[in-house]
């Protein structure tokens, strides 16, 4: 559909301007207050009704245009990693998403749309989109999307389902050498804890995945640590899943504290996050869309996995139909969460990506505006 391409073209540069702003001026999860303002504000240029502090959640917004009854939705995400900044290229997809709302903002009123954009916070580990969901923000939503870059083009997500814990052990410090038999090692509680997990491994399914770090693992050597925290995230391919293997790993810890004499807390850094529910037709018209831009979809290679990466998405696609393609930007050998990929998210292939994705998004959501089974479908919540 030629006026979409024609919109996007029009507002390239800002996208670009957008991305790369974003890019040098990483936020992390929950303090992302320049990016939200600066995507709020390139939406109000375009004419979107924007609301900040959506659900509650300061770095959040909703921005709408138009008054149809087909409501689409449209997530942008922003945060930065710790100590690696844009790593898995959220600024693309805040830029990507501002195009998409550009591509349609000459077609809402004709589609018959109403379009809401959706400024998502803390997507790495903070869940920012769940609470968003339950505190009402989406309530209304016919269909959503997003896009997301990675090394390679991915039509169909398939995230696992994760839960994101924080573990802290408390044990009493002492005198290393002086006077150890009074201490009890907070350190040692890791150990034992890490150790255990190492041999859960053995048996766990293939499609399952326990990894994490100490963030705190004492004040000084010659001090038996009294306080180690740590993060650890628990993946498997369904929430139904990930609820069986949970227990698992916590027993893991709960060893940890038996074993050094500690007392254990583990509490989580957000709810779980789902695995996945790709809607056919709206991925099937996403295909068809991305391919006469150009863009080719890989399957089966180390490089497609990123498709796998859990994201709060999947919780969205649980409640409405929604799709989660990933876009290449031409880094390898480097991938996401390198500092290296991060370096390629301001890359030509990544701004081509911002341009592609605001384009397949807007005329994917137009296509399914025209088609009067596909409209049909989702407002009446068949999807």
Known sequence: MKPVRTAVAGVADELLALSHRIHAHPEVAWEEEKAARW??????????????????LPTAFTATLGSGPLHLGICAEYDALPGLGHACGHNVIAAAAVG?????????DELGLTLTVFGTPAEEGGGGKILMLERGAFDGVHAA??????????????PFAVAHLKVRYHGKAAHAAAYPEQGRNAADAFTVAQVAIGLLRQQLPGRTRVHGMMTRGGEAPNAIPELTEGRWYVRADT??????????????????????????????????????????????????????????????????????????????????????P????????AVNHQKEFAAHCVGAAADRAVLDGAAAMALTAAAVAADPVQRERLIAGRG
């Open 145 to 158: 999307m997003m896009v997301h870059p990675g090394p390679v083009d991915v039509a169909e997500a398939d």
């Open 239 to 324: 929430l139904e899943q990930l609820a069986e293997l949970q227990p698992r790993v916590e027993r893991c810890f709960e060893a940890g504290a038996l074993a050094s004499g500690c007392e254990l807390e583990i509490e989580p850094e957000s709810r779980p996050y789902s695995e996945f529910r790709n809607d056919a037709e709206l991925l099937a018209m996403y295909r068809r869309t991305a391919t006469e831009l150009g863009r080719r979809f890989e399957t089966g290679t180390p490089a497609a996995r990123m498709n796998r990466a859990s994201t709060d998405m999947g919780n969205v696609s649980r409640v409405l139909p929604a799709i989660h």
């Open 326 to 333: 990933y876009l290449g930007i031409g880094s390898l050998p």
């Open 39 to 56: 995507v709020g504000y390139a939406l109000n240029d375009l004419g979107f009704d924007v609301r900040p502090g959506t659900a509650g």
């Open 100 to 108: 998409a709302a550009a591509g349609l903002t000459p077609l809402v």
